[in-house]
């Protein structure tokens, strides 16, 4: 089956540094999406990509589609102590069907260290 | 509040209990999902239903037995769990339209299970 690989699996900052996940597929994506989830939450939808090389941004986070559709990133600039927790892409396989078939990657967990 | 209410969201349990979890979604979504998530694993699809019928079961072992009575509620039932199924059980919503990739994700806060 489909897999997608997300990395680092652990990310260690100081508050005021930058902060990158990567996300990586195989296969052609037909979307791509970002999830946050708190310490002790529940996963919490970001955004979604769908077009090639697409990118978009939320205050201080930039998402990121690749070309080929076969990868993403997101991107914190300056985080802050709220940016902790664990950040999971999900995909669709392109010829996949709808209901939610999302296949997530392990997730990164971000701490950040005032 | 996320429209999204799962009960109970602590249960410890004995294998050789039958217990039940609750998923009750109040966004007028027409499918729901089960994921499991364990320690240091990606999010595990078990089950999805889209208007109250089942069209995913992720090789999910017979002891997880679904149900979904209505389109805003979905029921997990357990019956002789192992150890290993001890994690955190997240319900979710979304709305599907045919032929068009969705899939934004409403989940609940989730249910966290110990078996013993």
């Known amino acids: 089956g489909q897999q997608v690989m997300q990395i680092p699996q652990y990310q260690h900052v100081q508050e005021g540094e930058d902060f990158t996940t990567y996300c990586n597929s195989s296969?052609?994506?037909?979307?791509i999406q970002w999830y946050k989830q708190r310490p002790g939450g529940h996963p919490v939808f970001l955004i979604q990509l769908v077009k090639s090389g697409e990118v978009k941004k939320q205050k201080r986070l930039t998402f990121q589609f690749g070309e080929a559709k076969k990868n993403s990133s997101l991107h914190i600039t300056a985080t802050q102590t709220t940016d902790v927790g664990t950040y999971f892409c999900?995909?669709?396989?392109?010829?996949?069907?709808?209901?939610?078939?999302?296949?997530f990657g392990q997730g990164t967990i971000l701490t950040v260290h005032p | 509040e996320t429209g999204v209410t799962q009960t109970p969201r602590h249960l410890v349990m004995g294998m050789t209990n039958k217990k039940s979890l609750k998923c009750e979604q109040h966004l007028g979504h027409n499918a729901m999902y089960w994921y499991k998530q364990s320690a240091k694993k990606p999010l595990e699809l078990m089950f999805v239903?889209?208007?109250?019928?089942?069209?995913e079961n992720n090789s999910v072992p017979s002891r997880f037995s679904p149900e979904c009575p209505n389109s805003s509620h979905l029921f997990l039932h357990l019956h002789t769990l192992q150890p290993e199924d001890s994690a955190l059980y997240l319900c979710a919503s979304s709305q599907e339209q045919p032929g068009v990739l969705t899939g934004e994700l409403f989940f609940g806060e989730g249910s966290r299970l110990t078996v013993l």
């Open positions: 999900a995909a669709f396989n392109a010829g996949g069907t709808s209901y939610g078939k999302l296949t």
């Open positions: 296969t052609t994506l037909s979307n």
């Open positions: 239903y889209s208007l109250e019928e089942r069209v």
